[in-house]
């Protein structure tokens, strides 16, 4: 059943209905879910569907979209085609021969059919451009997981397919409702609470949340997921950035170095962290990541862009590295830290990127949804000179309303209490920011916690205070 994708379905089936070709480019991280969408939006009806071969070459990839002609219908002539022009040309003969209506063609993966030497972009530019766009009855739909080469070769694309695209869809993780109509869909019961923890570790990947067993408490689940003999879950990461990018060493280098600080990097931090240099193949590397969504850009408030900071963004990658790494042997692990340091540290950690990612809920919690405003995090080193404590934020939303927002996010099994000691340090950290921006905006203090707030004397600190529940609202920016 395909849960909590109505935009993106209604826009596919909507190319049925134009009466002119339509050229759709669908792109997103691994396992988010681009290929059942496609296939649940077009009832599995395509006059032609074809996947490309992970690390196939030339011959075998040919090899392969012949099969796939041949299982469309199309009888194969003696000489089978040597080049991806040849073999665009049969796909015409299929289509040409097909019944009258709009006919769809599927190709997944797209981005393993372009192998090295090979002259696919250009068949693909000759068939759209010199033919199928001359028609009124086809519906290109193309699709790979290797997000920035989707945004290079196709959506961005330079040469010929300059602007070819009639539509494109940027498939995002599911937000936390999402999961929640998923896991209702499958009549799998959770509270929201355990969504939440579930989030923090999956992400919002809906392939993952597959593997969730009714019946089985969430700790089950984990350990059953990750930790039992066999877990279907154990080495995803091994395959994640391997299935993307043809040589992840750089990738999983930079991934490493930004899984040990929790605030981010620089790109000469970076640099000087992993075994690149400061080059273009450092920026190439941090562009396909954050094209796939792993890692996240955020500018320092009153910085420029040059002094950007890259931060591991993924919930899933996080939890690897805090847990996995390590190839535990306790198949019930998950069950044995309930309670312990090591999991409440990584529940803090997961749970601001889970903050980071509801951005859109965190707004509209605020009653701010209508401002226009800009994210951003900020630091500061100590300077006993000048009267500076040091500070760090990890969220701050600079409203156009001349407010500035400082949210604290803090995960917490019950309400959450304001010590005396926490007390000093929000107002150290508040005066930090306003001495060293010069800021004269005001600036309010957000809590963005799981339950509340804690009546105390020290309560009246945070102007306003946002919950798990207001994380689980339906807002969705689009795609």
């Not at 009639?166 to 959770?190: H, M, R, S, W």
């Not at 040059?306 to 996995?324: C, E, M, P, R, S």
Request: charged letters at 25%; a neutral charge; aromatic letters at 12%.
């Amino acid at each position: 059943m395909l849960v909590a994708r109505n935009k993106e379905k209604t826009l596919l089936q909507g190319s049925l209905e134009s009466e002119y070709s339509q050229f759709i480019a669908v792109y997103g991280r691994r396992r988010v879910g681009k290929t059942f969408l496609i296939r649940e939006s077009f009832g599995y009806h395509f006059a032609f569907e074809h996947a490309g071969l992970a690390k196939g070459t030339l011959d075998q990839q040919l090899a392969h979209f012949c099969d796939s002609l041949k299982d469309a219908g199309l009888t194969l002539p003696a000489d089978k085609p040597t080049c991806w022009l040849d073999a665009f040309s049969l796909l015409k003969d299929l289509l040409r021969s097909a019944p009258e209506g709009k006919k769809v063609v599927f190709i997944d993966e797209l981005s393993w059919m372009d192998t090295k030497g090979g002259d696919l972009m250009l068949a693909l530019e000759g068939f759209w451009n010199g033919w199928a766009s001359a028609r009124r009855d086809i519906v290109l739909v193309v699709c790979a997981s290797a997000t920035s080469w989707m945004l290079n070769e196709v959506v961005h694309n330079k040469g010929g397919l300059y602007n070819r695209l009639t539509a494109q869809i940027n498939l995002k993780p599911f937000t936390l409702a999402e999961c929640e109509q998923y896991l209702d869909a499958n009549g799998i019961v959770l509270s929201r609470q355990d969504i939440l923890e579930c989030y923090m570790i999956l992400g919002g990947v809906p392939y993952y949340w597959g593997f969730i067993k009714k019946g089985m408490s969430l700790t089950q689940n984990i350990d059953t997921m990750f930790f039992a003999p066999d877990a279907p879950l154990r080495h995803e990461f091994d395959y994640l950035y391997a299935s993307i990018f043809d040589n992840p060493h750089n990738h999983l280098a930079v991934i490493e170095a930004l899984g040990k600080k929790r605030a981010g990097m620089t790109r000469e931090e970076i640099a000087r962290h992993t075994p690149l240099t400061n080059s273009g193949i450092l920026t190439k590397v941090l562009r396909e990541l954050e094209s796939c969504g792993f890692i996240r850009t955020y500018t320092e408030y009153g910085k420029k862009k040059k002094g950007a900071v890259y931060q591991l963004i993924d919930n899933f990658t996080l939890f690897h590295f805090k847990f996995l790494a390590d190839e535990p042997d306790d198949e019930h692990l998950w069950t044995y830290l309930l309670g312990t340091a090591r999991r409440n540290t990584w529940c803090g950690l997961a749970f601001e990127l889970v903050c980071l990612e509801h951005l859109p809920q965190i707004k509209q919690g605020l009653g701010i949804s209508g401002v226009v405003t800009h994210a951003h995090s900020w630091r500061c080193v100590g300077n006993a000179d000048e009267g500076i404590n040091g500070s760090q934020i990890d969220l701050l939303i600079a409203r156009r309303d001349r407010v500035i927002d400082i949210c604290e996010m803090k995960y917490a099994n019950a309400d959450f209490a304001v010590t005396k000691s926490y007390d000093q340090k929000l107002r150290d950290k508040a005066e930090d920011f306003r001495r060293v921006t010069g800021t004269r905006d005001a600036i309010h203090l957000v809590l963005v916690t799981t339950y509340g707030l804690k009546e105390n004397t020290y309560a009246g600190r945070f102007r306003s205070v946002v919950t798990a529940e207001d994380l689980f609202a339906p807002t969705r920016s689009a795609y």
